[in-house]
């Protein structure tokens, strides 16, 4: 069974603060995504990560891909109240019996005060 | 271009009956996944379908089931329904991206279910 552990599980910090959320497994993914939840709605994609120690930027974001392919991390840079959100992270295995499925790490409340 | 829509958005139900939910993916994506999200267990899969065939199923009992049409909008259906069914009922739309070589997913708003 492919699990994803992601750390932390909550998290509260003032605007202007630098954060990372870890996301990890045993298993090799194929690919990796990044979303953000907001409070009854569904996940929106911040990014795909593909290849092996891939590092992709998306403004005050920066997602890496482990070289292994089994890890991932999100790193805000001077996080704003409007980053305040569910993060989550998502793995595509490999093989046919993982075919349209994603596994999904508990996610990461994130909290930025003004 | 439109994104993925579900309906309903919100739904109360009562124990033992049974809900259908519908979901239309993005024009051209041919794949739909269904999710359950709660507090206690997150997101987690249910079943995947392609060209109205399901080439995947997760670990749910057969309670639960969907069927994909022709033109690619999915259905699920939730027979005989229980307290613990209370969630958000999640699905995703994806296709191959040719610079990545891999299928994105593209998730809708949800539809919350309450059973009462």
């Known amino acids: 069974t492919q699990l994803l552990e992601q750390s932390p599980q909550f998290l509260s910090i003032q605007e202007g603060e630098n954060l990372t959320v870890y996301c990890n497994s045993s298993?090799?993914?194929?690919?990796l995504q990044w979303y953000r939840q907001e409070p009854g709605e569904g996940p929106v994609l911040l990014v795909t990560v593909v290849t092996g120690g891939e590092v992709k930027k998306l403004k005050r974001l920066t997602f890496q891909f482990g070289d292994a392919r089994k890890d991932s991390s999100l790193h805000i840079t001077a996080a704003q109240p409007g980053d305040t959100g569910l993060y989550l992270c998502a793995g595509a295995g490999r093989g046919s019996s993982n075919t349209g499925k994603l596994i999904f790490g508990q996610g990461t409340t994130l909290q930025v005060k003004p | 271009k439109a994104g993925v829509t579900q309906t309903p958005r919100y739904l109360i139900k009562t124990r033992g009956q049974q809900v259908t939910l519908s979901c239309s993916p993005i024009s051209g994506h041919r794949s739909v996944s269904w999710y359950q999200q709660t507090p206690g267990q997150g997101l987690q899969f249910l079943f995947e379908?392609?060209?109205?065939?399901?080439?995947n199923k997760g670990n749910f009992p057969g309670r639960f089931s969907g069927r994909q049409f022709s033109n690619s909008r999915s259905e699920m259906n939730v027979s005989t329904l229980e307290l613990g069914d209370s969630a958000l009922y999640l699905c995703a739309s994806s296709r191959r991206d040719p610079r990545l070589g891999q299928e994105t997913q593209y998730f809708g708003p949800g539809t919350r279910l309450l059973v009462l």
């Open positions: 298993s090799v993914f194929s690919s």
């Open positions: 379908y392609f060209s109205e065939t399901q080439r």
